[in-house]
Nanobody, 122 residues
Framework: VQLVESGGGLVQPGGSLRLSCAAS????????MGWFRQAPGKEREFVAG????????YYADGMKGRFTISRENANKTVNLIINSLTPEDTAVYYC????????????????WGQGTQVTVSS
């Protein structure tokens, strides 16, 4: 499955962003989906995952509350809404796909997009 992220950009602290990931190539609903991020000089960090149907979501510790993952199987997209952005949220955000919901959180598994840059700065 091919993944293309969009929606990143420059945003002021306290603002919100909606990131989207468009999938193509395989049956989208066969895949659990997830989001990672990688800040400058840091390792990739799991953010959130969502099941194939969208009924189950889970978040990394510290991510629940400000981050909301959702998916639209009819449109083959997965979204990530980030609220109350802080400079610490500055990172490249990556969309991932895996047939296994648990493996979505594995940085060495699944398919990955190229990422979209999010910069939080005043």
């Amino acid at each position: 499955v091919q993944l293309v992220e969009s929606g990143g950009g420059l945003v002021q602290p306290g603002g919100s962003l909606r990131l989207s990931c468009a999938a193509s190539g395989r049956t989208f609903s066969d895949y659990a989906m997830g989001w990672f991020r990688q800040a400058p000089g840091k390792e990739r960090e799991f953010v959130a995952g969502i099941s194939r149907s969208g009924e189950t979501t889970y978040y990394a510790d510290g991510m629940k509350g400000r981050f909301t993952i959702s998916r639209e199987n009819a449109n083959k997209t997965v979204n990530l809404i980030i609220n109350s952005l802080t400079p610490e949220d500055t990172a490249v955000y990556y969309c991932t796909a895996d047939r296994d919901l648990i493996l979505v959180a594995d940085p060495d598994s699944g398919s990955w997009g190229q990422g979209t840059q999010v910069t939080v700065s005043s």
